[in-house]
């Protein structure tokens, strides 16, 4: 089953790292932040948390679109936190937090959970899950760390890392999905967009990156 409407696709996350993602896949997103006060949501389990705050988000723009009757809107929301060592890491606090983080989780492993809500707003329904990625660190400097949250990159992202930007530099190898590292798995959104009676096909923009023409399937 597909659509025979057009698609358009809302991504509730201000990251430029999803977007990013997104459109080297061949799929133009339109962005509208969500807005949700992550502090809000508390739980001890870290695929359930990721899930709950990313539907928070995906609930939170689907409250602020109109459906219409020429256009499916799909809402997709995320959100990531590392597990390590017994506790559930979001962004860091500041500076001194990221630092003492990486001291920590320098030559060791951790897990990377990123939740999706996938909501369609015509037809009311939702599909969602969690995507899981090992993630081994480096056993890096105090000089490398030091220079690393000097950057500002690791204040900025869950589990004070990144794999697509100067952190990838401090990982020796993941377990899984990269893209659950960046914040989206692509897999992933293949298998909800399913869920929902839609290929991922059915998103593809008419130019893809590097310019070559794409024919739509759907």
Same mark, same amino acid.
């Given at each position: 089953?597909?659509?025979?409407?057009?698609?358009?696709?809302?991504?509730?996350?201000?990251?430029?790292?999803?977007?990013?993602?997104?459109?080297?896949?061949?799929?133009?997103?339109?962005?509208?932040?969500?807005?949700?006060?992550?502090?809000?949501?508390?739980?001890?389990?870290?695929?359930?948390?990721?899930?709950?705050?990313?539907?928070?988000?995906?609930?939170?723009?689907?409250?602020?679109?109109?459906?219409?009757?020429?256009?499916?809107?799909?809402?997709?929301?995320?959100?990531?936190?590392? %597990? +390590?060592?017994?506790? $559930?890491? !979001?962004? #860091?606090?500041?500076? &001194?937090?990221?630092?003492?983080?990486?001291? =920590?989780?320098?030559?060791?492993?951790?897990?990377?959970?990123?939740?999706?809500?996938?909501?369609?707003?015509?037809?009311?329904?939702?599909?969602?899950?969690?995507?899981?990625?090992?993630?081994?660190?480096?056993?890096?400097?105090?000089?490398?760390?030091?220079?690393?949250?000097?950057?500002?990159?690791?204040?900025?992202?869950?589990?004070?890392?990144?794999?697509?930007?100067?952190?990838? %530099? +401090?990982?020796?190898? $993941?377990? !899984?999905? #990269?893209?659950?590292? &960046?914040?989206?798995?692509?897999?992933?959104? =293949?298998?909800?967009?399913?869920?929902?009676?839609?290929?991922?096909?059915?998103?593809?923009?008419?130019?893809?990156?590097?310019?070559?023409?794409?024919?739509?399937?759907?």
């Amino acid at each position: 089953m597909t659509t025979s409407l057009p698609l358009r696709l809302v991504l509730a996350s201000q990251s430029p790292a999803r977007r990013k993602l997104l459109q080297a896949a061949g799929i133009e997103p339109d962005v509208l932040v969500s807005g949700v006060d992550e502090s809000q949501v508390v739980s001890d389990r870290a695929e359930e948390l990721c899930l709950e705050l990313a539907r928070l988000k995906a609930q939170a723009v689907l409250g602020r679109l109109r459906a219409t009757p020429d256009e499916r809107t799909l809402v997709l929301g995320c959100d990531s936190v590392l %597990a +390590f060592d017994g506790e $559930i890491l !979001g962004k #860091p606090a500041d500076a &001194v937090d990221a630092t003492r983080r990486w001291q =920590r989780m320098r030559g060791r492993s951790g897990v990377l959970h990123t939740g999706h809500c996938l909501i369609d707003v015509v037809h009311e329904s939702r599909a969602e899950a969690v995507a899981s990625t090992t993630v081994h660190f480096a056993d890096v400097s105090d000089e490398e760390i030091a220079a690393y949250v000097a950057t500002g990159e690791p204040l900025a992202v869950a589990g004070a890392f990144t794999i697509d930007g100067l952190g990838g %530099a +401090f990982l020796t190898g $993941i377990e !899984g999905d #990269p893209g659950t590292v &960046v914040g989206l798995s692509l897999p992933l959104l =293949r298998t909800l967009l399913g869920q929902l009676g839609l290929r991922v096909t059915d998103l593809w923009t008419k130019v893809a990156p590097g310019g070559q023409e794409i024919e739509h399937l759907g």
